[in-house]
């Protein structure tokens, strides 16, 4: 498959779909199934609106949605109590599957919706989106519904503001730019076609879902791509330009936090692909620097990039979703 | 719902079932109101937000949506009765930039964002009309014209709504402005009112040794000093609020430019025009005193008048008020109200819910009681349909 004809075929700008009532009309005649998964942490003032806004839109108005969940890490503000009093199914992470154990991080939570939500098809929208907008579910889902050989749904934002001439920078953020994009191109070319690989909104059907292992911090999302790559193909992912989305910026130390959990699941992906050698104990300590008056100090973050096996694993999630062995 | 009533206490017993039925509809109006709040509608530039309007109208399934020349937004949903018509307003414009962040904040009780009670909640409810009557399952006999309109802040001298009933071809028995801030509240009368500015400019070229004699601040501070000598009556309430100045550059800077923006409002029409004539007296006179360039300029104005107390459209509002254990907070009023009134169309504003920090960046809406003024509005919408607010001929 040639990467600039992928990118011209699958690259969509969501204006594409507004017409929702055509494509509830289609998704019902294939008789599926939709749920909408907000992983949470602590995001009292965005989750209230996310969930209004799919709900009257893409459940009420146009039924579009057949579940909308809430699945938290444990939050300490009113998270819970806000989705809940606006209509969504509030699970705590720890409640699912308990006999698994509760590890922290975003991936453990989408991992646990494979098992807790119904759908045939599950998009995940991050829950800290300030300028939320229903296109941020449809437009990742349409092509799903219209296109049968696309498996997987890859949200990107760019919006240009005022720019003169045709040639503009796009891409994706820090870490996308300064060590994704890198890391892709020197492995996994194809995959330099994801213009946002990082973006933590996404529309996945579950018979590709159920068969991925799931790390569970921030190598989600790598990790995920290139296993949908090695097994189902480039023809299998489709990204979705959802114009712009409003949130918090994050602080380059995070970020360095960030790139260390992608960096470990994405070697050990490589390593279990045979795409590099056998790998050495890797350290799961990030250091970093502060300085404390004249003298620096280490101080040393742990970073776990544990890993779910694929959910259809699982003897409970066979029974639930009567999965023959 | 049946809504063919004998007598209004009929309407009355179904306020419970109104609010219910309201709160039912909780996720579809607060999406309405993110949207509209997060469009950006300073005076005179409302388009997109009634762009947005009228498109939810249309998901609706109204029928007569339209924009006309002045840029309101109206839908209408048909009655059995042709001949008859209510007009609801809530005036689409707000009081903030189109620079300041927009953003809207959904708590477990609380809305805040930029206009989210003044009126963006108003024009949420006019978007949000056609589902909630029909989950009410409400048909009215009179058709309900839905009017958002523009311009109405401000300098905008409520033209978006003085277009409309200028052109407008539908008689109707009664109006009813909706506002978000505040429930309880119930206006139908208007003051007499005019909004002014008065501008003052010297020459550029004036001598240094002349600092002190003369600057476009001294002009100013003189008219204002003789405006401030202007006797102001008791009766009718009569005041003049000088509401804003600017002028001038810097600490040592001669300034040849001032400008003071004021209101003067009275329940008698003649001391507003009496009033008017004084400053024009004094601006004359100031500006030939400093060889200066005054101008005069009214920005907006409205003239008094009202309803009576007992007008059956007011004694239903208080009626449905009471029952909803709401005290009447009677406000004369110069928004829109004023100009329905202004016309002889009988007409109240009514307030949707509880606001605090209005005008502010953070203007907070309550969710809850927002249940309790859908609830009054339709009662009132079923009084007026049934014939309960006509006056006795």
């Known amino acids: 498959m040639n990467l600039n004809d992928w990118i011209k075929n699958n690259t969509i700008h969501h204006s594409r779909f507004w017409d929702i009532k055509k494509l509830v009309e289609e998704k019902e005649r294939q008789g599926l199934k939709i749920s909408l998964c907000l992983p949470t942490l602590n995001e009292e003032k965005t989750i209230g609106k996310e969930i209004v806004m799919f709900k009257s839109e893409l459940m009420d108005r146009y039924p579009l949605l057949d579940e909308i969940a809430v699945i938290d890490s444990g939050s300490s503000d009113k998270t819970c109590e806000i989705a809940a009093t606006f209509g969504a199914d509030v699970h705590l992470s720890a409640d699912i599957l308990p006999q698994y154990g509760e590890k922290k991080g975003k991936g453990e939570n989408l991992w646990k919706a494979v098992y807790e939500l119904t759908g045939d098809i599950i998009v995940y929208v991050d829950a800290d989106i300030k300028n939320i907008h229903p296109r941020f579910a449809y437009g990742l889902l349409a092509p799903l519904i219209y296109r049968p050989e696309v498996h997987y749904v890859k949200a990107f934002y760019d919006r240009p503001l005022a720019f003169s001439q045709g040639v503009r920078p796009s891409g994706g953020g820090r870490v996308t730019e300064i060590l994704v994009r890198p890391l892709f191109s020197l492995f996994f070319p194809d995959l330099t076609g994801l213009i946002q690989p990082l973006s933590g909104e996404y529309a996945v059907r579950r018979e590709v879902l159920e068969k991925l292992p799931f790390p569970i911090g921030y190598g989600v999302e790598t990790s995920h791509l290139i296993d949908v790559y090695e097994k189902w193909g480039m023809e299998a992912i489709a990204q979705v330009d959802l114009d712009q989305r409003v949130h918090r910026n994050q602080e380059t130390r995070d970020l360095g936090k960030m790139a260390f959990g992608i960096l470990r699941a994405f070697l050990f992906r490589a390593e279990a692909l045979g795409v590099i050698g056998e790998l050495p104990d890797l350290s799961t300590f990030l250091r970093q620097f502060q300085a404390n008056n004249e003298s620096f100090e280490q101080v040393a973050f742990e970073i776990v990039e544990e890993e779910r096996q694929p959910m259809i694993e699982l003897p409970e999630y066979r029974e639930k979703f009567g999965i023959k062995q | ?393």
Not at chain 2, 232 to 252: D, E, H, Q, W, Y
């Open chain 2, 1 to 393: 719902m049946d809504t063919q009533f004998k007598t209004i206490n009929e309407i009355m017993a179904l306020l419970p079932e109104l609010q219910e039925g309201a709160a039912g509809m909780q996720e579809t109006l607060i999406a309405n109101l993110i949207m509209l709040s997060e469009i950006p509608a300073p005076t005179f530039e409302e388009k997109d937000r009634i762009k947005l309007l009228l498109q939810r109208m249309l998901e609706c399934g109204l029928q007569n949506v339209s924009t006309d020349e002045a840029g309101n937004g109206v839908g209408i949903i048909p009655g059995t009765d042709p001949a008859r018509n209510i007009l609801l307003v809530a005036h689409a414009d707000s009081v903030y930039s189109g620079k300041a962040d927009h953003t809207i904040s959904v708590l477990a009780d609380e809305i805040i964002g930029p206009g989210v009670a003044d009126n963006s909640l108003g024009v949420a409810v006019l978007a949000t009309l056609p589902n909630l009557l029909e989950a009410l399952g409400i048909q009215l006999n009179s058709n309900l014209v839905l009017l958002g309109s523009t311009k109405g802040l401000g300098s905008g001298n409520l033209d978006g709504l003085k277009f409309f009933m200028d052109h407008n071809r539908l008689p109707f028995d009664a109006g009813i402005c909706i506002e978000g801030a505040q429930l309880g509240r119930l206006s139908y009368t208007a003051v007499g009112m005019f909004r002014g500015s008065i501008d003052c400019r010297l020459p550029e070229e004036l001598e240094w040794q002349r600092v002190g004699e003369s600057s476009a601040i001294i002009a100013l501070n003189d008219v204002i000093n003789r405006i401030l000598e202007i006797p102001v009556p008791r009766r009718p309430k009569t005041s003049i609020v000088l509401g804003a100045i600017r002028g001038g550059k810097s600490f040592n800077i001669m300034a040849t430019q001032s400008s003071l923006r004021f209101e003067v409002r009275s329940e008698g029409s003649e001391i507003v025009q009496q009033i008017r004539v004084c400053i024009e007296d004094i601006v004359a006179d100031i500006a030939s005193k400093y060889n200066a360039e005054i101008s005069f300029k009214i920005v907006s104005s409205r003239e008094p008048g009202g309803i009576d107390i007992g007008h059956p459209l007011v004694k239903s509002c208080r009626q449905v008020m009471e029952h909803l254990d709401l005290k009447p907070r009677i406000l004369p009023s110069m928004s829109e109200v004023s100009e329905l009134i202004g016309r002889g169309l009988p007409a109240v504003t009514l307030g949707i819910t509880e606001v605090s920090n209005l005008h502010d960046l953070d203007e907070t809406i309550r969710i809850q009681p927002i249940y309790k003024g859908l609830a009054q509005l339709f009662a009132v919408l079923l009084a007026i349909d049934g014939g309960f607010c006509n006056e006795p001929e």
